[in-house]
């Protein structure tokens, strides 16, 4: 099943992985100051509510595809 992913989803998907590599760099520099720490726990709340944001319109994208192949499927059945 093929599904033609957004671009809109596409740009947050890049933004969430450039995010999670600064929190990656920053993290491992062995050292943060408390308001490295503010702005890391800031971003993991917006990383978060975005990946459920994502999540729930890529099952849409899925549910979408299915019912769009259904009748397709339907008619090669009835042929077999």
Same mark, same amino acid.
Request: hydrophobic share 50%; proline share 2%; charged share 20%.
């Given at each position: 099943?093929?599904?033609?992913?957004?671009?809109?989803?596409?740009?947050?998907?890049?933004?969430?992985?450039?995010?999670?590599?600064? !929190? &990656?760099?920053?993290?491992?520099?062995?050292?943060?100051? $408390? *308001?490295?720490?503010?702005?890391?726990?800031?971003?993991? #709340?917006?990383?978060?509510?975005?990946?459920?944001?994502?999540?729930?319109? !890529? &099952?849409?994208?899925?549910?979408?595809?299915?019912?769009? $192949? *259904?009748?397709?499927?339907?008619?090669?059945?009835?042929? #077999?």
């Amino acid at each position: 099943m093929a599904v033609d992913i957004p671009h809109d989803v596409l740009v947050r998907v890049t933004a969430i992985s450039s995010d999670v590599a600064a !929190l &990656k760099a920053t993290c491992s520099t062995g050292w943060t100051t $408390e *308001a490295q720490l503010a702005r890391a726990e800031v971003a993991m #709340a917006h990383l978060r509510g975005e990946s459920r944001r994502l999540h729930r319109q !890529l &099952k849409g994208l899925r549910a979408s595809a299915r019912q769009n $192949e *259904a009748p397709f499927v339907a008619m090669i059945g009835d042929a #077999a």
